[in-house]
């Protein structure tokens, strides 16, 4: 059975820093693109980041772009995203995400949307930022 298993949400104030990550079971993330939706209440969806599991690429939506890190290891069969800098408008529950390769060949803010049509398994974690 294919899952994705997210953890590391958590509560933090403005400015600081949580990792979250994705552990997959039941199937190799190699291979595929994977990546982070968040939704936070009453807002809809947005594609946060999406790396690109075989070549290692990376893509940000704008309003993470210098602040949220992706990245995966293969070996432990896990994608990570690190989330410095956060603020009051990152709170959400966050997602992983799974998608085919390879991607298209359109601009960084078209790859990231693609998130949000990719298949998500998990239950998602929750991420607070409050003083």
């Known amino acids: 059975q294919m899952r994705l298993v997210e953890s590391g949400g958590g509560l933090v104030q403005p400015g600081g820093s949580l990792r979250v990550s994705c552990a997959a079971s039941?199937?190799?993330?190699?291979?595929?693109?994977i990546g982070w939706i968040r939704q936070a209440p009453g807002k809809e969806r947005e594609g946060v980041a999406l790396?690109?599991?075989?070549?290692?690429?990376?893509y940000y939506a704008d309003s993470v772009k210098g602040r949220f890190t992706i990245s995966r290891d293969n070996a432990e069969n896990t994608m990570s995203l690190q989330m410095d800098s956060l603020t009051p408008s990152d709170p959400a529950v966050y997602s992983c995400?799974?998608?085919?390769?390879?991607?298209?060949?359109?601009?960084?803010?078209?790859?990231?949307?693609?998130?949000?049509?990719?298949?998500?398994w998990g239950q998602g974690t929750q991420v607070t930022v409050s003083s």
């Open positions: 039941g199937f190799t993330l190699d291979g595929y693109a």
């Open positions: 995400v799974l998608g085919p390769l390879p991607l298209p060949r359109v601009s960084e803010e078209e790859i990231v949307k693609l998130t949000l049509r990719f298949g998500s």
């Open positions: 790396i690109n599991s075989r070549d290692g690429s990376t």
